[in-house]
C-alpha cells in the first residue's frame, strides 16, 4: 500500500551479537543514522542470545502460519474454515506458554445471495496478573488478504520462501509475523524460566481485512472485564517509513467516504435522440466533482480546514528528524512531480493536513469501444481523510451544502443526493506516554538510534477505538519495513525485521516495567 521511501536495504538475517556489530559498522560506511547499540547486559544479554539462537525455530512457524490460506475477503466456507484453523493454532499456542484463553463467540454473518457463515471468534488471552506490574496488551490479526500465485507472485503465496533474508509469504508482515514476534518475546522469558517483566494481554480477531466485523462491540462489552486492568495498549500493524530505520508511530487520518448520485431517469439514454434537449446526470456530476479540489491539491469546500491543528515548533522537528530521502521517493512511485517540494511538506500533507480524493464514478461507460450513450443515473465517490481536530458529522454537513450551492447554480432539472457512507475520525497519541518513552530505549537498545516518529496517512479505526472506550494510551509499534508490500504480491518481512523486532517486544517489557 505505500511507495518505498529510503535507500536501498541492506538485508540482514537475524543476527548474533558479533554479527550485530558488523551490521552497525557498515551501515555507518554507508553514510548511515545508526550508531552501535550498547551490548546487552545481564538479562537481556540472555533474551538475546536465546532469540538469536532459536531464530530458525522463530521462522518455521512463522512458514508453518503462513501455510493457513486465513483469506477473510472472499466469503467461501473453505477460507472460513482456514481462518478458524488459525484462530486455534494461535490459541494453542499461548496456551502452551501458559496463558488462559478465552474465545469470543461471534455468531454467523450473513450475506445477500442468503449464504450464511461463522464469523471467527475473538482471542482474548492473558498471561500473568501482579498488580504491582504494568498490563500491556497487544492487538493482532490473522487473517488475510487473498493471494494468488497467477497474480505475480515469484512463489506460492502460501508457502513461505526465503530469498537473500527476505521471507515471502501472504500475511508474513500483515499480521502473522508482529504476532509471532510479540509471541517470540513472551516464550523467551518462559524458556529462560524468568519472569515476565509485565503483564500481557492478547485481543487476536480474524476478520480485521473484511472491516473488523463486531470487534468494536466486543470492546465495549469487555471494557470493565478483560481490558479493566490494561494499562496500554500496542498495536504492530502499520510499516515503517524507511527499508532500515525503525519507527513509532503516534497519529492516523480518519476518512469520511461521500458518495454524489445525480439522476435523470433509470435508463440511459441515446446521444443522438436525446443529447442537446436535457441536462445530462454525467456532465453535472463532473462539473460537482470539479468543485471539490483544485489543481494544488487544496480542498474548496468552505470551512473545510477551520478545525485542523495549528503545527507546533515541536512537531516540524520531528518532520526535519525524519529520514525520507525524495528523490528515492519520487523514482519509486513513479510520479513525475509531487505538489510539494521539501519533505516537510510532504509529511504534512500526507500526515496532519486533510485531503479529498475522487475514486470513481458508478453508471457510466467504461468498457473499450466507442458507446454513444447518456446515462440516465451515475454515481460519483470521493473520500476526505481527516486529520486532528476535524469531526466527520461537521464535514458531512460542509460537503452537503457546498454541493448543493454548486447544484443550484447549474440550475439543473435533474435529482442530486448526497450521502456520507463512512465517517471515522482521525486518531492522535500523546508521545510522552510510558509506552512511548519505553518504546524509544528499546529501539535505541535494539538497533542503535532513535526511531522516526512518524504518522499514517492512512485509516487503522481500531486504534481509535481502543482510545475512545477504553481511555488507555494507544501506541503503534511496527516491525516491517517500508518495502514489504502488505497487500500486494511477493509481500515479504525481512527476517532482520522478524528476528530484531522479537528482541525489540523483549526489551520493551523491560523497558516498561522500569518506567511503570
Known amino acids: 500500500m505505500r511507495a518505498c521511501f ?30 552501535s547499540p550498547a551490548p546487552p547486559s545481564g538479562l537481556l544479554e540472555k533474551v538475546f542470545q536465546h532469540i538469536d539462537l532459536h531464530q530458525d525455530e522463530f521462522v518455521q512457524t512463522l512458514k508453518e502460519w503462513v501455510a493457513v490460506e486465513s483469506d477473510s475477503v472472499q466469503p467461501v ?13 494461535a490459541a494453542d499456542k499461548l496456551q502452551r506458554l501458559g496463558a488462559s484463553v478465552d474465545f469470543v463467540d461471534m455468531g454467523t454473518q450473513q450475506f ?36 494468488n500465485k497467477e497474480d505475480g507472485w ?21 499480521n502473522k509475523g508482529p504476532v509471532l514476534a510479540w509471541i517470540n518475546a513472551v516464550s523467551t522469558f518462559r524458556a529462560l524460566e524468568q519472569d515476565l517483566p509485565v503483564n500481557v494481554k492478547f485481543i487476536i480477531e480474524g476478520m480485521e481485512e473484511a472491516g473488523s466485523v463486531a470487534l468494536e462491540e466486543v470492546v465495549r462489552r469487555e471494557k470493565h472485564r478483560f481490558f479493566s486492568s490494561v494499562d496500554y495498549i500496542v498495536i504492530s500493524d502499520n510499516l515503517w517509513i524507511s527499508r532500515k530505520k525503525p519507527a513509532l508511530t503516534y497519529g492516523t487520518r480518519g476518512n469520511s467516504y461521500f458518495t454524489v448520485e445525480v439522476k435523470c431517469r433509470d435508463q440511459d439514454f441515446h446521444s443522438g435522440t436525446f443529447g442537446g434537449i436535457l441536462n445530462e446526470p454525467m456532465a453535472d456530476l463532473v462539473a460537482l466533482l470539479g468543485s471539490l ?7 474548496l469546500i468552505p470551512g473545510i480546514y477551520d478545525k485542523v491543528a495549528p503545527v507546533t515548533e515541536e512537531e516540524k522537528k520531528m518532520y526535519a528528524a525524519i529520514d525520507l530521502d525524495l528523490r528515492e521517493y519520487q523514482n519509486s512511485t513513479q510520479v513525475k512531480k509531487f505538489l510539494f517540494d521539501t519533505k516537510e511538506e510532504i509529511l504534512m500533507h500526507l500526515w496532519r493536513y486533510p485531503s479529498l480524493s475522487i475514486h470513481g464514478i458508478e453508471g457510466a461507460f467504461d468498457e473499450p469501444g466507442a458507446k454513444t450513450v447518456i446515462p440516465g443515473r451515475v454515481i460519483g465517490k470521493f473520500s476526505i481523510r481527516l486529520v486532528p481536530h476535524m469531526n466527520a458529522s461537521v464535514v458531512e454537513k460542509q460537503v452537503k451544502q457546498h454541493l448543493e450551492d454548486i447544484f443550484s447554480k447549474r440550475n439543473s432539472s435533474n435529482q442530486m443526493a448526497v450521502s456520507m457512507v463512512l465517517g471515522i475520525h482521525p486518531w492522535i497519541a500523546n508521545i510522552k506516554d510510558n509506552q512511548y518513552l ?3 530505549r528499546a529501539i535505541r537498545t535494539v538497533f542503535g538510534t ?4 512518524i504518522r499514517d496517512g492512512s485509516t487503522i479505526p481500531i486504534a481509535k477505538i481502543f482510545q475512545d472506550i477504553i481511555q488507555k494510551s494507544v501506541m503503534m509499534l511496527p516491525l516491517g519495513a517500508v518495502d514489504d508490500g502488505e497487500h500486494s504480491q511477493n509481500e515479504k518481512i525481512n527476517r532482520w525485521n522478524y528476528i530484531e523486532g522479537s528482541k525489540l517486544f523483549a526489551a520493551f517489557f523491560l523497558e516498561m516495567a522500569k518506567l511503570h
Open 6 to 35: 529510503s535507500p536501498r536495504l541492506l538485508s540482514c538475517p537475524g543476527l548474533c551479537p558479533q554479527a550485530s556489530s558488523v551490521l552497525a559498522l557498515l551501515l555507518l560506511l554507508e553514510g548511515g543514522m545508526f550508531s
Open 77 to 89: 466456507p473453505r477460507l472460513r474454515q482456514e481462518i478458524l484453523k488459525m484462530m486455534d493454532m
Open 112 to 147: 445477500p445471495d442468503d449464504q450464511s457463515l461463522p464469523i471467527p471468534p475473538i482471542i482474548l488471552a492473558e498471561l500473568g496478573n501482579d498488580p504491582k506490574k504494568p498490563t500491556v496488551c497487544f492487538y493482532g490479526h490473522l487473517d488475510v488478504q487473498p493471494a
Open 154 to 174: 515469484l512463489s506460492d503465496p502460501y508457502t513461505l520462501t526465503e530469498v537473500d533474508g527476505k521471507l515471502y509469504g501472504r500475511g508474513a508482515t500483515d
Open 293 to 299: 479540489v483544485d489543481s494544488s491539491g487544496h480542498i
Open 438 to 440: 519505553a518504546a524509544k
Open 450 to 453: 532513535e526511531p522516526d516518529m
